[in-house]
């Protein structure tokens, strides 16, 4: 990989980690309304005070810049994204084209490079949401995006009624479920038309087809979008169905989205944060040991290490795991992966001292007997890091 790559790699990932949750939206075909769906998820979080961002990797069919009142605005180099609302910034390679109606004529390696430059040297910021608007199918940008865009919260898949739409929604959620991609939930558009005089729906196309496929593959349905020929009027003249039509039925619907999109996100996020937080408060005690009894002197060769996770005082679990080959510097590492906070041993070269310091792994020297009775010493604060009981030299352990 070259060295430009490279820097393009680490500067997506230094975006990425600025934005709490990225939202993806897609569909298995075209001409469902996913672009009109990602403008009014992504507007909709913005009235809800979020800190958004929408970029538009439809490559070669760009809508996003009309919906949103930004068509015909140009972009010179990567750089602050367009401002749709105080909260919102939008980014579409339509903003790079000479004439917006120039056809995009690229092959896999070009998307690829132009999808990881919006997103990484685009000044995004801090964000609260970042919504993906994906062209229709499996191919190379939506396989990037699920690539390169790390933990994504959720995908929303964009269907219609109509039997060929469901057809492509079943591809949708097997793509999710191959990239590893959570499934937010499913939108039904152009369900049902809502007669404006009388509020009488009229299926026009078949009805029922999204709540059979989501109950078939245990996913939600988000909401139903009826049919209304001013969301067409809306994104053909760049003003967000969801706030220039906000007491409608349908705006209503969308608003109903968003907020579950924001419960859905959030409260995993919370959850994630508990998980967390309870974690954080087990400590991870490993013992050097020969025989799963004692202590072992010699710490670089011990045959196993006995961890103890501990909570207030409490033991919850007791594991023996195998050491592995003794080769300097490889215990600190192997440890730390274990998430090993504390080490207690009879000895230990001051190498590997410093090299646990640097881990902010605490090593107390000098202990023998009885694994448990040190333990228990540990636990009541009684158990005092003395001297090493490995003379052998400085090295990682001991190196007789």
């Avoid at 090299?355 to 090593?363: A, C, G, H, I, T």
């Amino acid at each position: 990989m070259s060295n430009g790559m490279k820097q393009l790699e680490q500067r997506v990932k230094d975006n990425i980690s600025k934005i709490k949750h990225k939202i993806v939206i897609m569909s298995g075909k075209g001409g469902v309304g996913k672009s009109t769906i990602s403008t009014n998820i992504a507007y909709g979080l913005a009235l809800e005070g979020k800190k958004v961002g929408l970029l538009d990797v439809d490559l070669h069919g760009p809508n996003i810049p009309i919906m949103m009142g930004l068509e015909g605005q140009k972009m010179s180099s990567f750089d602050e994204p367009f401002l749709a609302h105080e909260n919102l910034k939008v980014i579409s390679l339509s903003f790079f084209l000479q004439n917006s109606e120039d056809p995009i004529v690229w092959r896999g390696p070009a998307k690829i490079g132009a999808i990881r430059q919006l997103i990484g040297d685009v000044k995004w910021g801090e964000l609260d949401y970042l919504v993906v608007d994906l062209p229709p199918g499996t191919g190379d940008e939506p396989l990037t995006i699920a690539q390169d865009l790390g933990k994504i919260d959720g995908s929303v898949i964009v269907t219609t009624p109509q039997e060929v739409a469901l057809l492509d929604l079943r591809k949708s959620i097997k793509f999710s479920n191959l990239v590893n991609m959570p499934i937010m939930g499913i939108v039904e558009n152009m369900s049902g038309f809502v007669c404006p005089n009388c509020n009488e729906v009229t299926e026009i196309f078949k009805t029922g087809g999204a709540n059979k496929i989501a109950k078939e593959y245990r996913l939600d349905v988000l909401g139903k979008i009826p049919l209304n020929p001013e969301i067409m009027i809306a994104g053909d003249t760049g003003k967000p169905f969801i706030y220039f039509n906000s007491s409608s039925i349908e705006a209503k619907e969308l608003q109903k989205i968003v907020n579950q999109i924001i419960e859905k996100s959030e409260n995993k996020e919370n959850e994630k944060n508990k998980e967390t937080n309870e974690k954080s408060d087990i400590i991870k005690i490993a013992f050097p040991t020969n025989d799963r009894v004692t202590v072992e002197d010699h710490f670089g060769h011990c045959k196993e290490f006995a961890i103890f996770d501990v909570k207030n005082g409490n033991i919850l679990e007791k594991n023996f795991i195998t050491a592995p080959p003794h080769e300097p510097g490889l215990l600190p590492v192997f440890l730390g992966e274990k998430n090993v906070n504390v080490i207690i041993t009879g000895g230990m070269g001051q190498k590997a001292i410093d090299l646990f310091k640097e881990r902010d792994v605490d090593v107390i020297l000098g202990a023998s007997g009885d694994i448990e009775s040190n333990l228990n010493e540990y636990l009541k604060g009684e158990l005092y890091s003395g001297n090493s009981t490995c003379n052998h030299g400085e090295g990682e352990g001991c190196n007789h």
